[in-house]
């Protein structure tokens, strides 16, 4: 059995609003694919992620904050069912045009994996059991009935590891990880966490939208929508130092600041249409702009694909970006105070790709094994 009569199903967040979640998704799959593997998006939706990106839940709304913050919230879609609305639709003809999803006809799941001669799961943080309502056992490729397929963990991540321990009873997951033949995750502490409760080897790898390169986004048509310079400021946590470094370098550079906030609940009225973009727009913003500031890990990522001058604000939420970065020698992009960065120092990109270069030979070899089994 060579690449191209070998099957592959990823699981892992493809119907996310969410710009990360998509491209990731759309990142892995283009990889695999590039490689003569059959690829599908295996249409798996947990409830808890449905109802997160469900835009008038008010119901869940209402469950999750108190009173005064669920009347804003109120507020806030009066004002803005357009911006809404016109989003989730960007995402949607995404979706519908980029990537290979399975038929959503079966509702038994066993029947409709049994075809396959390979599971993934992952990238992005599935194993996030704030994100997933608990541990996900579907996430974990855990199945009512055994599977014969292999079955792979790739650049999984559970975003903040000190949310998840003084939350959730991390013991649960040692009966979730038995049935995975092959475990990457994302972020390097997870490997010493997740080895206590098993003997399997754990490497790291890195995101799927750092596996292709530049030539590959190219495909879905990338152009420039902005007609002047511009500093792209792109906020999954919102912190108003990303706007003051924006400001400083704007000044300093004569450019156009333009602002792009991920949650729904962050959009501002200014720059209504940008505010509305698609993945594809999304990256036609960073590929395209003099300087990104962010405060997101695809954002961080995706600048360094694109070779950017960018900064990464240290929001405290998440260690994700910071592995990233200290694993390149980047640690001087990732900011905690604006007054202390050198804006005018520009990034030597033929010495981070050396590393980098590395790092992505790794998690090829690894995706590898897909087809040194398979062919067995």
């Not at 321990?165 to 038995?178: A, F, G, T, Y």
């Not at 972020?187 to 997740?194: Q, Y």
């Not at 206590?196 to 080897?201: D, F, I, P, S």
């Not at 030979?361 to 094994?369: A, D, G, T, V």
Request: glycine share 4%.
């Amino acid at each position: 059995m060579d690449n191209n009569n070998i099957k592959i199903g990823i699981i892992t967040f493809h119907r996310a609003v969410n710009y990360g979640a998509v491209l990731q998704t759309w990142a892995l799959e283009q990889y695999l694919i590039s490689k003569g593997f059959k690829v599908e998006i295996v249409d798996y939706r947990n409830k808890h992620i449905e109802d997160h990106y469900e835009p008038f839940n008010l119901l869940t709304l209402f469950h999750k904050r108190r009173l005064i913050t669920f009347l804003k919230y109120l507020i806030f879609y009066n004002l803005n069912t357009g911006l809404v609305i016109k989003r989730n639709l960007s995402f949607s003809k995404f979706l519908e045009s980029n990537l290979i999803i399975t038929s959503t006809d079966s509702q038994d799941l066993n029947n409709l994996l049994k075809d396959f001669d390979a599971l993934i799961c992952g990238s992005d943080q599935i194993w996030n059991p704030i994100l997933t309502g608990g541990w996900d056992k579907i996430y974990f490729l855990k199945f009512d009935k055994k599977m014969k397929c292999i079955k792979m963990a790739y650049a999984v991540s559970m975003g903040n590891l000190s949310k998840i321990k003084n939350r959730e009873n991390i013991k649960d997951i040692k009966n979730k990880l038995k049935d995975l033949d092959y475990i990457s995750v994302r972020e390097s502490g997870m490997i010493k966490l997740l080895k206590q409760y098993t003997n399997k080897q754990i490497i790291t790898t890195i995101d799927p939208t750092l596996l292709i390169d530049q030539k590959m986004y190219g495909k879905l048509g990338l152009a420039n929508i902005i007609e002047e310079p511009y500093i792209f400021v792109f906020q999954v946590v919102k912190d108003k130092r990303a706007m003051l470094l924006a400001k400083r370098i704007a000044q300093k550079e004569g450019l156009r600041i333009i602002q792009l906030l991920s949650g729904l609940n962050n959009l501002i009225f200014k720059n209504r249409i940008i505010q509305t973009c698609g993945p594809v727009e999304f990256l036609n913003l960073i590929k395209y702009s003099s300087y990104v500031i962010t405060t997101s890990f695809h954002g961080t990522a995706l600048s360094i694909v694109f070779k950017k001058n960018f900064f990464t604000i240290n929001t405290g939420s998440s260690e994700r970006q910071g592995y990233l970065l200290k694993s390149l020698d980047l640690d001087s992009r990732y900011v905690n105070n604006i007054n202390k960065i050198n804006i005018d120092e520009m990034i030597d990109y033929n010495r981070v790709f050396i590393k980098f270069e590395q790092h992505k030979k790794r998690s090829c070899i690894f995706l590898n094994k897909l087809s040194k089994n398979c062919n067995k």
